[in-house]
């Protein structure tokens, strides 16, 4: 299976709730990313951080790290319908080959 | 400041037919990564690159798929006498060689392939 892999594969809330997903990893890493991608568009960052953090706020997202379950959460507070998307994970190797391995994805979907 | 540039965003062949993806990476920016996401599945690593060098390939498929990045210019990525299975979302992302470690990469819009 993959190195990153998100949990739930799809997940469906009321406006203004919150949504949180889940990926999980399997080796060592250096930072881990998360991103947005509309349907059909290109790749939006969202947050990254480093094997040495443990928690990222920008704005109504929270990104947690949990080096030792390999595992981070992304949380999206007070959703939006305009936060209808597919979330991504991408984790690096510490190994250094630089290249980013992607989970699956969790499409999320805001109804409003 | 531009992002990164890819062209064409869509492209469409026949079966046999050649595809050349091209990829501007951001200004000041000397290390290119292309990935392909085929529908519903995340991206997949398929080669990175610096500046005429090739320096992991080991997701690009042995045959029918090449890339570049040369001196002056996009990186370039071949994909020879494309068959129905090639058609996918391909990715470009380039990241600073300031900071190797953190490896930020900054992706493109995508340039959509659909083999016909």
């Known amino acids: 299976s993959q190195q990153g892999e998100e949990d739930p594969q799809a997940l469906s809330i009321q406006e203004g709730e919150n949504a949180t997903m889940n990926c999980s990893y399997k080796t060592s890493i250096n930072n881990l990313q998360w991103y947005r991608q509309n349907s059909g568009r290109g790749l939006v960052h969202l947050i990254l951080i480093r094997s040495n953090e443990r928690e990222k706020h920008s704005g109504r997202l929270r990104v947690t790290l949990d080096t030792s379950k390999k595992s981070s959460s992304l949380l999206i507070t007070a959703s939006r319908a305009a936060d209808t998307a597919s979330y991504f994970c991408a984790t690096d190797a510490t190994s250094g080959t630089y290249k980013y391995i992607f989970g699956t994805g969790t499409r999320l979907k805001v109804l409003a | ?116």
């Open chain 2, 1 to 116: 400041n531009a992002g990164v540039m890819q062209n064409p965003r869509h492209l469409v062949r026949r079966r046999g037919q050649e595809a050349r993806l091209r990829c501007s990476p951001m200004k000041g920016h000397s290390h290119v990564y292309w990935y392909r996401q085929l529908p519903e599945e995340g991206l997949k690593f398929m080669v990175y690159l610096q500046k005429e060098n090739i320096i992991d390939e080991s997701g690009m498929p042995k045959e029918r798929f090449s890339a570049e990045f040369p001196k002056e210019g996009p990186s370039i990525l071949r994909i020879q006498q494309v068959v129905r299975g090639d058609s996918a979302a391909y990715f470009c992302a380039s990241s600073s060689i300031l900071a190797p470690k953190d490896n930020e990469q900054f992706f493109g819009p995508g340039t959509r392939l659909t083999v016909l």
